[in-house]
């Protein structure tokens, strides 16, 4: 068992067993799913929506290398810089790198999960430039030093009193829990970083093609910020994030908005292609866009998973899932959480240390419904069990179980065999109270579970007795 | 750099044109497409009952000149300080009766001071589907509708459309897609519900977003 599992094993205990945690999270969940219910029903047909979006990212996705180079030569027609950059450390150098020669002290970040991905900020720190989060869920959990607990509401785990203890401590100027007062100290310390850094950075949920425009959606407004006040804009995306047409955004739009808080449309939909014009008021001196590879062309040669890239990064699986719901963000160890990080981690960071996450589902498919682009999210985990029984480790125990299972599904009486002898050992394990032992092969199970009693005939002979056969 | 850039590229344009061969499954389009969002038929209606849910005021006036009028009561319940103005020459008819009471900082003088009390721009278009105001670099600058507490839209009922297909439509073929650096559809005023899913206005942009959308 890798480490990640173990560790995965041990938070989703921890947090399962931990109900103050666990109403948390209901609430908030709860909350947002209610939202995103009443959002659907203002589409004539949301069903169609989720079909052509999905037609639109298949078009992308399909035609990938044609519309990245009509996105890049677009913003370069408009005077800015597109940097490609294989892996994580090329696109952190590139950024590093770039801050130090224009010499930058501060960069202002606004919400950015591919920053999160290829660890962004600690870069930064280590030459010496300070970070600051810009997104008031993303201000909280860097001001505790924890990772973003959720895609879309990063700080969604705490309560009003643990963020207003953390502002007392960080912030000094304020003593008091609510929401109202705790946002404005918020917005007083940000609005100082805002007009005192050199370097915005910032994600894009979209790249335009036709238009070479990087789209941003935020309620907040920091992105808006972060994008018009330092003189240096850089927008780091996956490579997956283009779109052929500005007019696709006439649906995405109220689709990710829709699908991510129940909003019919998010508060600010922000579209920057390019450095100031030399007639505009104000703008960044400098726009570079940093299209990130990290594995993502591996994931697109698979033609079977191709469409996982179709992701708009908007959370509604996680809070479809009944996994995500039980054990929280956090337990996942990973940038990406929920359903849509369990498909996808194990393709960025490898299948043999991260396959325990395609087993953290109960495939009961509400991911799969609730997607907005239509990805095949439970049937993506059982094709990554597939592999994993292929090509990673799987337990011993498990491996000759299915041998035995294999052998005794052969024939009528190796069936009826097997059968009798997993009836005594569960009396033989049931006397001697070995069950939920690491002598028991069920243990993970029975673990938390009582077993019932073994029964005294097989299902086979009930049934001959009940219908005559006898 | 300049190495690396052309190397990591071509590398990853080489994988994408590989990976490609293969061509992903796909769900088939329904025969028949399908309605996605319902007509909007009444825009003026639609759009002041978008605003009241998304929480922007908006005024309907008879003219342009009973807007500028109107605006000068909103600068006068507001906290002393600048307010910035997109330097056109409409609003700068209108900058006489506003500039009695308060001191106008022009968008040609240089971007909005972080001191200004409330931005008054025109707009690129109204969205009648989401209650929207759609805005470009032209209108003030970027951060001219962000900055201050209050922006202020003055703006035309013939610049209203009925959704956002029209609204791109109409920004593409007018040229300001290509001509601006920056575009942004602004609904309802700056919020966050990050503590606790409650809704708190005035998160980093605006508090208020009021429009006055004059019918001549």
Not at chain 1, 189 to 211: H, K, P, Q, T, Y
Not at chain 1, 314 to 324: D, I, S, T
Not at chain 2, 171 to 178: T, Y
């Amino acid at each position: 068992m890798s480490t990640a599992s173990r560790e995965f094993l041990r938070r989703a205990a921890e947090k399962s067993a931990d109900l103050n945690h666990r109403e948390i999270l209901r609430r908030v969940v709860d909350n947002c799913n209610t939202s995103m219910d009443s959002g659907r029903l203002r589409f004539a047909n949301w069903e169609a929506a989720r079909q052509r979006c999905h037609e639109i990212k298949w078009e992308a996705l399909n035609n990938l290398d044609r519309y990245l180079l009509e996105f890049e030569q677009r913003v370069k027609d408009r005077g800015g810089y597109v940097f490609w950059a294989e892996n994580s450390a090329e696109a952190c150098g590139y950024i590093t790198d770039l801050a130090i020669s224009r010499g930058v002290h501060k960069v202002v970040k606004s919400k950015s999960m591919v920053a999160e991905e290829i660890h962004l900020g600690p870069a930064l720190e280590k030459v010496g430039i300070e970070d600051i989060e810009t997104d008031l869920g993303e201000f909280i959990v860097q001001l505790r030093k924890e990772a973003p607990y959720h895609i879309v509401s990063p700080a969604m785990h705490l309560t009003r009193k643990d963020i207003a203890a953390l502002f007392k401590e960080k912030l000094g100027d304020i003593d008091t829990d609510d929401p109202q007062e705790l946002v404005a100290a918020a917005r007083r310390a940000l609005r100082r970083a805002f007009f005192s850094a050199e370097m915005g950075i910032s994600g894009a949920n979209f790249l335009v093609a036709d238009a070479g425009m990087i789209a941003l959606t935020t309620n907040e407004g920091n992105a808006r910020l972060c994008t018009s006040v330092p003189r240096i804009h850089v927008a780091i995306a996956g490579i997956e994030k283009v779109i052929p047409r500005l007019q696709d955004l006439a649906l995405f739009w109220p689709v990710l908005a829709t699908a991510g808080t129940g909003q019919p449309i998010t508060c600010y939909n922000t579209l920057t292609g390019g450095p100031r014009k030399p007639n505009e008021v104000d703008g960044p001196e400098e726009f570079h866009v940093v299209l990130l590879d990290n594995g993502r062309s591996e994931l697109l040669a698979d033609a079977e998973r191709r469409d996982v890239l179709h992701c708009i990064r908007c959370g509604a699986c996680l809070n479809a899932c009944p996994v995500y719901r039980t054990v929280g963000g956090h337990t996942y160890g990973t940038t990406y959480q929920g359903p849509i990080g369990s498909v996808l981690t194990p393709h960025l960071r490898g299948l043999n240390e991260f396959q325990h996450l395609s087993y953290a589902s109960s495939l009961c498919g509400a991911c799969t419904d609730v997607c907005p682009v239509k990805i095949d999210l439970h049937h993506h985990l059982l094709e990554n069990r597939r592999d994993a029984v292929r090509s990673a480790d799987r337990p011993f125990t498990e491996r000759i179980g299915f041998k035995i299972w294999r052998w005794a599904m052969q024939s009528e009486g190796r069936f009826a065999l097997a059968g009798w002898f997993a009836r005594a050992a569960m009396r033989i394990a049931h006397s001697m109270k070995l069950e939920g032992t690491a002598l028991d092969p069920l243990g993970p199970w029975s673990k938390n579970h009582a077993s019932p009693a073994a029964p005294k005939r097989s299902f086979r002979a009930l049934w001959g007795k009940a219908n005559g056969a006898d | 750099m300049a190495q690396t850039e052309s190397a990591s590229r071509d590398k990853i344009l080489a994988r994408i044109r590989a990976a490609l061969r293969e061509p992903a499954p796909r769900h088939e389009p329904a025969s028949q497409p399908k309605t996605i969002f319902a007509p909007v038929t009444e825009a003026l209606a639609r759009f002041q009952k978008e605003c009241a849910t998304n929480i922007t005021e908006c005024i309907v006036t008879p003219n342009r000149r009973a807007s500028a009028s109107a605006v000068k009561d909103v600068l006068a319940s507001i906290p002393p300080g600048d307010v910035f103005v997109q330097d056109s020459p409409e609003l700068r008819q209108f900058a006489e009766e506003w500039s009695k009471d308060r001191s106008i900082q022009w968008s040609s003088e240089g971007p909005p001071r972080e001191s200004s009390q409330a931005t008054i721009t025109a707009c690129e278009a109204l969205v009648a589907q989401t209650g929207s105001v759609l805005v470009s670099a032209a209108c003030g600058g970027r951060g001219a509708s962000v900055v201050a507490p209050v922006h202020i839209v003055i703006a035309t009922v013939d610049e209203l459309v009925p959704d956002l297909d029209a609204a791109l439509a109409s920004v593409l073929e007018r040229g300001i897609v290509s001509v601006n650096s920056y575009l942004c559809l602004i609904t309802g005023s700056s919020r966050t519900a990050d503590i606790e899913k409650i809704l708190v206005m005035g998160a980093h942009g605006p508090r208020r977003l009021i429009v006055f959308l004059s019918l001549a």
